[in-house]
């Protein structure tokens, strides 16, 4: 397996351990027993977004897709879950942070191939 897809790999990982841990915060309120979940799923995607920078990828493209991708599937996931709506101003927001997501890892790719030329 290559550095770069262990890297998005890990990178996968890192987002949805973040996103089960900002859940289980939301659960944890009702029910403590979770807080443990949420110390696990935060320290593992510290963990595992470390790991990701170790193959290479560069820090603000994985920064900005983890915490991006967090967020939306974070609101998705409270929709899913907790029955908490997701409002057409919130969904506007989700598309942004998706276009967000895309330009942050086009413009890496641009600045790699300008790199290596």
Request: hydrophobic share 60%; charged share 5%; net charge positive.
């Amino acid at each position: 397996m290559t550095n770069t897809v262990k890297g998005w790999l890990l990178l996968v990982a890192a987002i949805l351990t973040e996103v089960a841990g900002s859940l289980s915060l939301k659960g944890a309120l009702s029910h403590p027993g979770f807080y443990a979940l949420v110390v696990v799923g935060y320290l593992g995607a510290f963990i595992l977004l470390a790991m990701v920078l170790r193959t290479g990828m560069a820090l603000g493209v994985a920064y900005g897709i983890w915490g991006a991708s967090g967020v939306a599937l974070t609101a998705i996931g409270s929709l899913v879950v907790f029955g908490e709506p997701i409002t057409l101003f919130m969904g506007i927001g989700i598309v942004v942070i998706i276009a967000g997501v895309l330009c942050v890892e086009l413009g890496a790719q641009a600045a790699q191939k300008v790199k290596a030329a």
